[in-house]
C-alpha cells in the first residue's frame, strides 16, 4: 500500500506561479511510476507530467510543455509539480499517483493503483 498526500493547491491569476507537492508514504520502494493528472468538470482526466523510473522517462502533456516541471526529492519521497505562467485553461483537481507499472504508456495514461485525494488549482483573468 502507498498513500499520497497533495498539497500547494490553491488561487492564482493567470501568469502566475503554484508548486503541488506530494508527499508518499508505505511501501514507496515499489514505485516506479508517480506523476501528477488533472481533471475539470469538462474533461476526462489527462496526464499533466509523469516519470516513469523503470526507464527513466519523463511525460508532459503538450499543454504544460515549457511551463509545468515535475521533480522529486527521493529523501523525502515527495514528488513536485512547478506550475509556471499558469493559463485560464490550467484550472482544474490536480491529482498525484504513484504505484509499480509494467510500462511507460500504462504509467503515462494513469493506469496507476495509488492516488492522493487531489488538489484543487484555480487559474483567474
Known amino acids: 500500500q502507498v498513500q499520497l498526500a497533495e498539497s500547494g493547491g490553491g488561487s492564482v491569476q493567470a501568469g502566475g506561479s503554484l508548486r503541488l507537492s506530494c508527499a508518499a508514504s508505505?511501501?514507496?520502494?515499489?514505485?516506479?511510476?508517480l506523476g501528477w493528472f488533472r481533471k475539470d468538470p469538462e474533461k476526462e482526466r489527462g496526464g499533466v507530467a509523469v516519470?516513469?523510473?523503470?526507464?527513466?522517462?519523463?511525460y508532459y502533456a503538450d499543454s504544460v510543455k515549457g511551463r509545468f516541471t515535475i521533480s522529486q526529492d527521493n529523501a523525502k519521497n515527495t514528488v513536485y509539480l512547478q506550475m509556471n505562467s499558469l493559463k485560464l485553461e490550467d484550472t482544474a483537481m490536480y491529482f498525484c499517483?504513484?504505484?509499480?507499472?509494467?510500462?511507460?504508456?500504462?504509467?503515462?495514461?494513469?493506469?496507476?493503483?495509488?492516488w492522493g485525494q487531489g488538489t484543487q488549482v484555480t487559474v483567474s483573468s
Open positions: 508505505g511501501d514507496t520502494y515499489r514505485i516506479n511510476c
Open positions: 516519470f516513469y523510473l523503470r526507464e527513466d522517462s519523463t
Open positions: 499517483a504513484a504505484g509499480w507499472v509494467p510500462g511507460y504508456d500504462l504509467c503515462r495514461r494513469g493506469q496507476i493503483p495509488y
